[in-house]
């Protein structure tokens, strides 16, 4: 079909009279689907089932001669530590294993630093100003943890090897206020690219103005492959920190919320021996310690990384089909129409699609009237302010393969005629 | 037998050669035995085995419609706040519940008034000066967490009705620095004691010079009976400040840590509306949510309060034997002495022992060198300082009920060694 880009203004009146029509019969479906949110399908929580009996009566409920039932050990029992040093690619010794949120441990270290600082330095409330780089389109739980803060956020643009370092660079190296820069190096969301080996060794060689900068590293999609034969890899960063001899630059965020159940996973932190000592003054205060039977149940079931790999791989089957309709769909109905881009990502949980400037937030809006929600457009920059209107994050894994078609099909369509109506009027 | 007090110097003088001899056989024993923590027995964990059964592969996971294998559900799922509700005696919608940790609960909750003020007061990061009242002796943790935030702790004394409610009624309506009292209202930590009526109420009509002022009701004991038939009652306090036109003058926290697996429980925090508001407007930057099949755990196992005090009554059948040994043991053997005092306790998780002015220290060393663990002498008090050094913690839970005979026999005989020993160099 021809690019709209190159419709005169009569063929596009034309085309939006067609998808007019279209929409119409579409909205008096009546349909309710959501794509908003990057929330796993009972078909991927039934996956998991086996853990549900892994622990009974019967069991030995210890670790490493520690009662799982009962008070004590702060920091992980031993198996869960290794299991996830494992998952995480770091030494154990460097793992704090925490309750079922990797978001609250990303929270508790803003907060922190906010109100005791790091390593000796200022706490953050004692300054003015204190600011944060975030790769933009990101996620916006991240923005939404250093907004409840007061940090001001920087827009970073990401390309197609990872956030723009020349930029990351140059503003860290000369800006003492900048404190940290969220990250998703893996699949990352939404975009589902992963960051090139040189851009994880520019991140770990910055030298950055202020002594407690960090890079808060959200591999929250690490093992989440969509291809057994086509996966992205990534440079383990602490290591790389470490030998570029900036071992205390980088906190290390994961859980197995999409491994396992996400309302009941496991979550850690991984960083150098110095930022766990400081991390866990502040635990010893925080809690007597986290929900070690489920650690334990989380040990069982997997047993090692082989298992998570293999329970990966069942993910991976029912959501690569999801992925497989949404790029397909895009590609066949907008494909050769210039109103839209997107990248088909090898892993993680999304696809972003960047519309025509000032169409984003018109398009989630008319697939809200036909009963479709997506994410808020903005959603994926910080303060919700998409300087263009046009990122818009698409999550596949929700809806069945049916709903996901139908949903596509209204997502397309709206793309199009919100797309035609500006194309209109600028020609006018 | 004949008070030490009384006693003459050499009087005193062969009684302490006969302990010494005494204390020298029992240290040839080596015994290792713990009574620092209120930290459940085995037996204890036994009781709520059953929890691990009720949920399986075959189970329905739904609760109120929600899958509680999946993300959401911020505040905790509908039967789980019930329950909760319940146990704490408040309406369903003035509860949150959280993870397994009440500590963690009155630390985020420090922490965000630290950071964010109290409904919109100025957050006490800004402020030159934060004082607390610390009801004396108390819980070690509580004071831990407000030093951590650099909080001036105040000693409140504790008396048979609960704190001094003349002191902390001039100090809360005099002095705006004061932003909050730790309280554990039942059975309190250490001393075993239940708020009066009239202290409660004396709470609810407090005029706090501060309008971000909060009582921290932690009602970590609050269905932890040792008897059936002898049980303390005590005023429910958010109503109560509710009834006195305060009703956002308090937090109440609680949790199932000393009901059914003391890692692995569940905890919440009650509140006004008001309050309640503020929290979430933290909670959903924080966490996507909590463990929701946890929860379910509880649920499915308890049922309701019923179910709740029928498991109870089990743990008080363990508990009783073991603090009516401390108690008899205390009687037994220090009665007629004059150098200690304690109150017998009817709930809780401890048994508050005062020894002579300037003893304390030497005692718990002079069990350590025997091989009793206690916990550290001043652990009662705000920065570890007991001002006159005689306050002992003694946590029957954990040791057998043979080690813990033992154990008194020790610790009894150390205070007479020690008592003898101080009275002696006065008397000289």
Redesign the interface.
């Known amino acids: 079909m021809k690019s709209y880009i190159d419709m005169t203004a009569a063929e596009l009146a034309a085309e939006k009279n067609k998808l007019e029509a279209e929409f119409a019969q579409i909205k008096a479906k009546n349909l309710k689907l959501d794509m908003s ?1 990057g ?2 399908s ?1 078909d991927q ?1 039934d996956i ?3 853990m ?2 892994v ?3 019967s ?1 030995d ?1 210890k670790c490493d001669g520690v ?7 702060l920091c992980g029992i031993t198996d869960a530590k290794a299991l996830l040093a494992d998952m995480i690619e770091v030494p154990v010794d460097n793992v704090i294993i925490y ?3 990797s ?2 441990i990303m ?1 508790d270290t803003v ?1 922190r630093s ?3 600082g790091v390593l000796g330095s200022t ?1 953050w ?2 300054l003015d100003k204190v600011k944060f780089l975030c790769p933009v389109p990101g996620y916006d ?1 991240h923005f ?2 250093t907004e ?2 007061g940090i001001e956020m920087i827009n970073i643009p990401m390309l197609e090897t990872g956030p723009d370092m020349d930029m990351v660079e140059e503003l860290v190296s000369s800006d003492p206020a900048i404190k940290g820069i969220w990250c998703v190096p893996k699949y990352s969301n939404p975009q589902g690219i992963t960051y090139s080996d040189e851009t994880v060794l520019r991140f770990a060689n910055l030298k950055p103005a202020a002594e407690d900068f960090r890079i808060y590293w959200d591999n929250a999609y690490g093992v989440h492959h969509l291809y057994e034969d086509d996966q992205d890899y990534l440079i383990e960063i602490l290591d790389a920190c470490t030998k570029a001899g900036n071992p205390d630059m980088v906190y290390k965020f994961c859980s197995t ?1 999409k491994i396992s ?4 996973g496991v979550a850690a932190i991984a960083a150098s021996t110095a930022n766990i000592e400081e991390i866990k003054k ?1 635990l010893t ?10 650690q334990l149940r989380h040990v069982r079931f997997y047993g090692d990384m082989d298992g998570v790999v293999k329970y990966m791989k069942k993910h991976a089957d029912i959501l690569r089909p999801k992925f497989e309709i949404v790029c397909d769909t895009l590609e066949n109905k907008l494909g050769s129409l210039e109103i839209g881009k997107w990248i088909k990502p090898k892993g993680g949980y999304f696809v972003s699609f960047d519309s025509l400037p000032g169409c984003a937030k018109a398009i989630v809006a008319k697939c809200k009237e036909a009963g479709i929600t997506l994410t808020n457009a903005g959603a994926t920059y910080p303060y919700g302010k998409d300087p263009k209107d046009s990122n818009i994050r698409i999550a596949p894994s929700f809806p069945t393969t049916d709903e996901l078609k139908m949903a596509m099909q209204v997502f397309t369509l709206c793309v199009k005629l919100v797309s035609a109506e500006k194309l209109l009027v600028e020609k006018a």
């Open positions: 949110r929330k796993p009972a929580l998991s089932m086996g549900m009996d622990l009974s009566s069991s409920l009662d799982c039932r009962n008070y004590g050990v309750g079922n949120s978001l609250n929270y907060s906010y109100t005791h706490p409330c004692k739980r939404a943890i409840f803060f919320s159940f996400p309302g009941s502040q205060i925080q809690t007597i310690g986290h929900d070690k039977l489920n």
